[in-house]
């Protein structure tokens, strides 16, 4: 599954410095407003300690996990839903991505430039906001008259779209985010085709300076408050400790590195696992002696949905899956030990996958 997370925010704040340590991908990073001029991709790969366990038992030639793409797309500033800037482009990239990791600038550093020239997160945070809002109006405002013009034939259905499309209008015109919006099922299918900006899950990353990295600071405690009401997670992360972790070859000197620091985990680390809930994923797994390997689904995805991640016909021509909970996996060692004592269970189309299920499709096209 080819899913993108895109990191956004004013020139600046960090976003290109987390880039690189993310992703294998250099970004250019540099101290001036438009560094990243074309959004840079990179495949990161999720951190999952289940892959490592089970791999012990069954000894394989290659050990495969999963991943998600990261996209660090150009800085923005105000106007840019007007073409100021880079905006269009900004604009463009992002509406290809499926959940933005908005990076927000929470350290004082006279030797970088704040393109506004002062630090203040919320008045960051609010210009990022407003450009995509403007976008997303002038998106539903362009659909709206067409539609309009349907709904005065007396077409029923195009009816129910404009009330939906006045209703997303009127909620963007009071500077909300379409997120935040309560809508049903039958209304977000009238707005589906414009995927707006302001309607992806999000997640904040705070970049803080090292002495705030494990308690934050005033900037910090700003933006929690601020969007205490977007049921979104706020991270608190240093991109410049995690480029000097970035540094260190060894796994033991970067694990010592955080001890000092008092982590337990890097901000990388942290940031790939809530990047993987902002988009609702969970992961299975398959364990055989050529490779273990983990794949990536939808949480509430069904067997053959699961299988046809690995390839369209597994879920074109699916029988049954093999299934075995990982808990009982790394009891009993093995898929005979487990089928031995009956926690190996036959499961069809209606099974609903589980987070951290060891699995074998049956399959016939």
């Known amino acids: 599954m080819a899913l993108q997370c895109g990191i956004v925010g004013l020139p600046n704040v960090g976003k290109s410095t987390l880039f690189n340590c993310l992703s294998n991908a250099k970004a250019q990073a ?20 289940r892959l490592n366990k089970i791999a012990y038992f069954v000894k394989p030639n290659r050990i495969v996990p999963t991943t998600i793409e990261i996209v660090d797309i150009a800085g923005l500033v105000k106007g840019a839903s007007k073409g100021e800037g880079l905006g ?6 992002i509406r290809l991505t499926d959940a933005i990791i908005h990076v927000l600038r929470c350290f004082e550093d006279d030797n970088i430039i704040h393109v506004d020239g002062t630090v203040n997160p919320i008045r960051d945070k609010d210009v990022i906001d407003t450009e995509l809002q403007l976008k997303d109006i002038d998106s539903v405002e362009k659909k709206l008259t067409k539609i309009t013009r349907a709904a005065k034939t007396g ?19 009071q500077g909300l985010n379409a997120r ?25 990353v705070c970049n803080v300076d090292e002495a705030s990295v494990v308690k934050g600071n005033k900037y910090v405690d700003l933006v929690k408050d601020y969007v205490k009401n977007e049921n979104a997670e706020v991270l608190v992360i240093s991109a410049a ?116 299920d060891v699995m074998h499709f049956k399959f016939n096209v």
């Open 30 to 49: 540099a101290n001036f407003p438009f560094c990243t001029i074309e959004p840079n991709v990179g495949v990161i790969t999720v951190p999952d300690e």
């Open 88 to 93: 269009n482009q900004f604009l463009g990239n």
């Open 180 to 204: 935040t919006l309560e809508t049903n099922e039958d209304e977000l299918k009238h707005i589906e085709d414009l995927c707006l900006l302001t309607l992806k899950p999000v997640l904040y």
């Open 241 to 356: 400790i995690e480029a000097d972790i970035n540094e260190l070859e060894n796994y033991d000197d970067r694990k010592a590195f955080l001890n000092d620091l008092g982590l337990e985990e890097s901000g990388v680390a942290k940031l790939i696992h809530a990047a993987y809930r902002l988009l609702n994923l969970i992961t299975y797994f398959t364990a055989g002696v050529q490779e273990v390997r983990a794949w990536t689904i939808h949480n509430g995805f069904r067997a053959p949905q699961a299988a046809g991640v690995i390839h369209t016909d597994f879920e074109r021509g699916f029988i049954k899956a093999e299934v075995i909970h990982l808990s009982d996996y790394l009891q009993y060692g093995s898929e005979s030990a487990c089928r031995e004592v009956g926690k190996l269970s036959m499961e069809g189309k209606d099974y609903i996958v589980q987070d951290g």
């Open 155 to 173: 077409d029923k259905d195009a009816t129910k779209a404009e009330a939906t499309l006045l209703k997303f209008k009127n909620h963007l015109e």
